[in-house]
Nanobody
Framework: QVQLVESGGGLVQAGGSLRLSCAASGRTFSSYAMGWFRQAPGKEREFVAAITWNGDRTYYTDSVKGRFTVFRDNAKNTVALQMNSLKPEDTAVYFC????????????????WGQGTQVSVSS
C-alpha cells in the first residue's frame, strides 16, 4: 500500500523556520517529481513547491521564492521543504504528493497525497 506521511509542522513565530518532511512507503518514487501544496481554512489547496525526479529543477510559487527550499533524498524515498522567514500567511495544512502527469504546478497532476501537517505562524 502506497503511503505518504508528512511531519515537521508546528507553531512558530513570524520570522521563524520549520522543516517539513515527507516519507514515502509502499513503492519508490525516485523517478517521479514530488510536490508540496498547502491549504488554508476556507481556501483552495494551492501549489507551493516541487522538485523533479533527480532534483535538477525546482519550482516555487511566487510568495515563497527566496524563503522556501525543496529537496529530496531518493535513497531514503523522502522529500523535504525547508521554510524560513515564515509569515502568518503561510499558515496552512501542508501536503506532499507525487506528480503523475504533466503540469508540475497543477494540483490535478498529482496523486498519492499525504494526510498533511499543520503549520501555524503567529504574528
Amino acid at each position: 500500500q502506497v503511503q505518504l506521511v508528512e511531519s515537521g509542522g508546528g507553531l512558530v513565530q513570524a520570522g521563524g523556520s520549520l522543516r517539513l518532511s515527507c516519507a514515502a512507503s509502499g513503492r519508490t518514487f525516485s523517478s517521479y517529481a514530488m510536490g508540496w501544496f498547502r491549504q488554508a481554512p476556507g481556501k483552495e489547496r494551492e501549489f507551493v513547491a516541487a522538485i523533479t525526479w533527480n532534483g535538477d529543477r525546482t519550482y516555487y510559487t511566487d510568495s515563497v521564492k527566496g524563503r522556501f527550499t525543496v529537496f529530496r533524498d531518493n535513497a531514503k524515498n523522502t522529500v523535504a521543504l525547508q521554510m524560513n522567514s515564515l509569515k502568518p500567511e503561510d499558515t496552512a495544512v501542508y501536503f506532499c504528493a507525487v506528480q503523475i502527469r504533466s503540469g508540475i504546478t497543477n494540483r490535478g497532476s498529482y496523486h498519492y497525497w499525504g494526510q498533511g501537517t499543520q503549520v501555524s505562524v503567529s504574528s
